[in-house]
């Protein structure tokens, strides 16, 4: 991109040290707050010019007052009309979306940077839209209304509901804000996925109500799966539901009564039967790997234990224990799917994990697939942090 003199005298200038500049070059979109020379004084959640610190134009981007992560690019270029932008790329989404999914009303329809709209998340449920709104940028009472706008008139939802962090609020030091419907007037739905249905209820349970993620991920295990199952950490019954047409029984663990409850409403809805235990994941591995329980596929897709780098050493331990104990109880010829959601933990350090794991039990194992994020959580190249859902399918020998 050649660099502009000055277009946007009307916007805000934030100057970059050289190793932001660096960093944009490198095509990732976000600047620190370390690396932000000059940007005193700009009102929270503006639209910024970035320039270095030669003054040269390095793009336009949405800037924030309070979080580490001081600029996110939206542009290389000036932007003169964010809400005509807001709307160009909203449209872009929905139309990639099209494209890539299929045997679905269930997917994300707006993923944040890697669809150019940096702090803002949308979900799509059948006819109930899930919204997240992630920055100061996007809080913004005039951003709200055009995004709400453009996907009313692009999906006519029957409701649009938000769904508030309140951690991410306060990290943004924005004011509390409650969950709720925003537009329209349904919050609840029943969705399908893989020809498997699931309530759905915009202000309940957790992220946007349903792990859209591994939608690729369940219909790959359940090609796999087969005899008895434990799906552990089953949270609503995503993997466990899909695996149920092909397996003679499924056990689904979670800690998570109220995850349960849906569960089991879910197994009615598909008419199926699942036994759903309630428990700790960790203590109750370590029972039926006591008392040689087995099985014949397991799935592991813990929460993320890795929020943070320093607290990788803990989360690989984690992951090695919960490897180690399903390893141990598989029966030879069965499959484990095992899954980290965790950035911080990388595909090939999991990798590491279930070699280091088959090794101290003694089994072979060979890697039946790779996985990742379903295709409508876009991975940004050069934007790492985009990438995140590992889900490694294994075939267990002996
Ligand atoms: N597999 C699920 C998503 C799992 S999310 C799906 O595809 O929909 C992680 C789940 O782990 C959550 O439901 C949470 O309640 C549960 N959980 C967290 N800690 C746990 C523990 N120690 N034991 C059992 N479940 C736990």
């Not at 960093?23 to 639209?47: C, E, F, M, Q, T």
């Not at 299929?102 to 993923?111: M, P, Q």
């Not at 009313?152 to 969950?179: C, H, K, M, T, Y």
């Not at 979670?254 to 089991?264: C, F, I, K, T, Y």
Request: proline share 4%; with cysteine.
């Amino acid at each position: 991109m050649p660099a502009r003199s000055a277009p946007l005298k009307e916007l805000p200038y934030v100057v970059v040290s050289a190793r932001g500049a660096a960093r944009l070059k490198n095509g990732h979109v976000w600047v620190y707050r370390s690396d932000v020379k000059a940007g005193d004084g700009i009102a929270p959640g503006s639209l910024v010019g970035v320039r270095d610190e030669k003054k040269k134009f390095l793009g336009t981007a949405l800037y924030s007052s309070s979080s580490q992560i001081a600029i996110r690019m939206l542009s290389a270029r000036p932007v003169e009309d964010l809400s005509a932008l807001l709307r160009q790329r909203i449209q872009e989404a929905i139309a990639y979306r099209e494209r890539i999914v299929a045997g679905t009303d269930a997917y994300r329809v707006v993923f944040s940077e890697a669809d150019f709209l940096p702090g803002l998340i949308v979900d799509r449920y059948n006819a109930v839209l899930s919204l997240q709104v992630l920055t100061q940028a996007m809080d913004a009472e005039p951003v709200r209304e055009t995004v709400l706008k453009v996907l009313q008139e692009s999906l006519n939802p029957a409701g649009i509901v938000e769904r508030v962090d309140p951690r991410i609020r306060e990290l943004e030091n924005l004011p509390p804000r409650e969950s709720g419907l925003r537009l329209g007037e349904k919050t609840k739905t029943v969705f399908t996925m893989n020809g498997v249905k699931f309530h759905f209820d915009g202000l309940e349970g957790q992220k946007t109500g349903a792990f859209l993620d591994q939608r690729e991920n369940y219909a790959a295990a359940a090609r796999y799966a087969h005899g008895n199952a434990l799906d552990v950490f089953c949270y609503q019954g995503g993997f466990g539901l899909h695996l149920a047409p092909r397996c003679s029984s499924v056990t689904g663990v979670d800690s998570s009564r109220a995850a349960l409850e849906v569960a089991d409403q879910n197994a009615t809805l598909n008419g199926r039967e699942i036994e759903w235990i309630e428990g700790n994941a960790f203590d109750l591995l370590k029972d039926y790997s006591a008392s040689k329980q087995q099985y014949d596929t397991i799935v592991l897709d813990p929460p993320a234990f890795a929020k943070s780098k320093q607290k990788l050493e803990t989360a690989l331990r984690g992951y090695k224990e919960l490897n180690l104990r399903a390893l141990k109880m598989l029966r030879p010829g069965g499959v484990l799917v095992t899954c980290s959601c965790s950035y911080h933990v990388g595909a090939s350090a999991l990798l590491e994990v279930i070699t280091e794991s088959a090794r101290d039990v003694h089994r072979t194992v060979r890697l039946l697939e790779n996985r990742g994020q379903g295709l409508d959580h876009p991975t940004l190249l050069n934007v790492p942090e985009t990438a995140y859902l590992k889900c490694l399918i294994f075939n267990v020998s002996n």
